[in-house]
């Protein structure tokens, strides 16, 4: 099974615009990104999938894989059209903005596909328990909820379940968008037409269930660094720091 990486980078993120570029030690965000994933080993090869010039031209001078690619509401979007001319099997998605996400989670998701004989799963994602109350009702939060096997039933910003009977010892459990998708059914997301339920959460990852594809959910307690505004970035930078003392 051949397997790709693709780090989906658009430069005008609306919370952070040119978050992706800016600098996290010697290396950009995104160069930092790519070198991770790079150096997990996991990949057949590695790109980076990008509607910007800058971006584009930051990791094909480091001698890196870079895809241009057009406008895209989502980052599913944009990475089927980078992938619908390369050869693979599997794609796993990393966000550009993850600089730290570990080699384990990613292994854990392609393992899901291991005993997969009848190809049921269109792809796997990972979600991390989660107990503060806070969290739990910000909307910021994509909740999961699963069914005994682990595939997805509905993912939303809103509190699910709703805990109207609170002695059924109810977990909760974040949403982290990290995935791999078969290639065929990334391909087929991408010709889909967005539906009620996505436009109305703002989750990509709801016009899969709308469509009858399954999503496998894995557990981890991995927990990243996610750049999302200028105080993300200090953080990271002082990891970064840690972790190189």
């Known amino acids: 099974m051949r397997i790709v990486a693709v780090i989906p980078a658009r430069y005008e993120a609306s919370r952070f615009p040119g978050k992706l570029m800016q600098q996290l030690g010697r290396k950009t965000v995104i160069s930092t990104t790519y070198n991770n994933v790079v150096e997990t080993g996991l990949f057949d090869a ?8 800058l971006i584009f031209h930051e990791i094909t001078s480091r001698g890196g894989n870079a895809v241009m690619t057009g406008e895209h509401e989502t980052g599913s979007d944009r990475i089927a059209e980078a992938v619908e001319g390369i050869d693979c099997d599997l794609v796993v ?6 600089p730290f996400l570990k080699k384990e989670p990613l292994s854990q998701l392609i393992a899901a596909f291991d005993d997969d004989d009848e190809q049921q799963i269109s792809l796997a994602s990972l979600k991390i328990k989660i107990s503060d ?10 909740k999961v909820i699963t069914d005994k096997d682990g595939f997805a ?18 977990e909760y459990f974040r949403h982290i968008g990290v995935y791999a998708f078969r290639k065929n059914a990334l391909l087929s997301f991408a010709r889909l037409a967005q539906r009620p339920l996505e436009i109305s959460e703002k989750i990509e990852c709801l016009r899969y269930l709308e469509y009858g594809m ?13 750049i999302d505004v200028p105080a993300d970035l200090e953080k990271a930078r002082e990891i970064l720091t840690k972790n190189n003392s």
């Open 46 to 53: 590695v790109f980076v999938a990008t509607d910007s010039q």
């Open 93 to 98: 998605n990393v966000q550009g903005d993850e």
């Open 133 to 142: 109350e806070e969290e739990i009702a910000n909307p910021n939060t994509v």
């Open 153 to 170: 039933l509905y993912f939303s910003r809103s509190v699910i379940p709703y805990p109207r009977e609170t002695s059924a010892g109810t």
């Open 214 to 226: 399954k999503i496998k959910m894995v557990e981890t307690d991995f927990v990243g660094v996610g």
